[in-house]
């Protein structure tokens, strides 16, 4: 039972474009939710995260939306860098954190 | 920083053979966990540790065992490690239970 979905398993974009990863969500007890990147041969690192009682956070390059109802959250990166080039993991935290499959980027310069 | 780190980049075992995957913190973290990646398959849990001596379960907890018997150590262990535990592992440590996980560099096992 996959609670958290990545359906995208790749997305390529040309620099200085956005990029959109989407991921959704089963479960409504989920109250935060985060994105992780992963470059190879790396751990995950910690990009963003939302909490449930926003809709929006903004970090510079990269925002998160929350739609609760729909129970879906999207990353948007503007501009999109050769650098962000990576595995993309979302995560949804209830008592502990549950992870989607992964989106490949690839930025193309 | 937070550094978390795992004793092998990149490991080769046999069939049968018992394998140890160490993962150390300095962070002071209460709560450690294992997971595995595979292609298409994101991280799954194994493991993970709310406090020192104390384990759960996580999704995929079969063939594998953990101990913690030191608050910044959390160690994996394959009893008999099989062909279908190649993959690659990944430790992370966090200081509350929701809280954002901090990640070590992974440990590539390949099981021949």
């Known amino acids: 039972d996959q609670q958290v979905k990545q359906n995208s398993p790749s997305l390529s974009v040309q620099e200085g474009r956005i990029s959109i990863l989407n991921c959704d969500y089963t479960?409504?007890?989920?109250?935060?939710f985060l994105w992780y990147k992963k470059y190879p041969a790396e751990g995950p690192t910690f990009l963003i995260s939302?909490?449930?009682?926003?809709d929006k956070n903004e970090d510079g390059r990269f925002t998160v939306f929350l739609n609760k109802s729909a129970k879906h959250l999207s990353l948007h990166i503007v501009p999109s860098q050769p650098g962000d080039s990576a595995v993309y993991f979302c995560?949804?935290?209830?008592?502990?954190?549950?992870f989607g499959e992964g989106t490949q980027l690839t930025v193309n310069p | 920083d937070v550094k978390v780190t795992q004793s092998s980049r990149y490991l080769v075992k046999r069939t049968g053979e018992k394998v140890f995957l160490e993962c150390v913190q300095d962070?002071?973290?209460?709560?450690m966990f294992w997971y595995r990646q595979d292609p298409g398959l994101g991280l799954r849990l194994i493991y993970f540790?709310?406090?020192?001596?104390?384990?759960e379960k996580g999704d995929i907890p079969e063939g594998y065992s953990v101990s913690r018997e030191k608050k910044e150590r959390f160690s994996l262990i394959l009893e008999s490690a099989s062909t279908n535990q190649t993959s690659m592992y990944l430790c992370?440590?966090?200081?509350?239970?929701?809280?954002?996980?901090?990640f070590g560099p992974g440990t590539r096992l390949t099981v021949t």
């Open positions: 479960n409504s007890m989920f109250d935060y």
């Open positions: 962070m002071d973290h209460e709560n």
């Open positions: 540790s709310y406090d020192v001596k104390m384990k």
């Open positions: 939302i909490s449930s009682i926003k």
């Open positions: 992370a440590s966090s200081l509350g239970r929701e809280n954002e996980q901090y």
């Open positions: 995560a949804a935290s209830g008592s502990r954190l549950t």
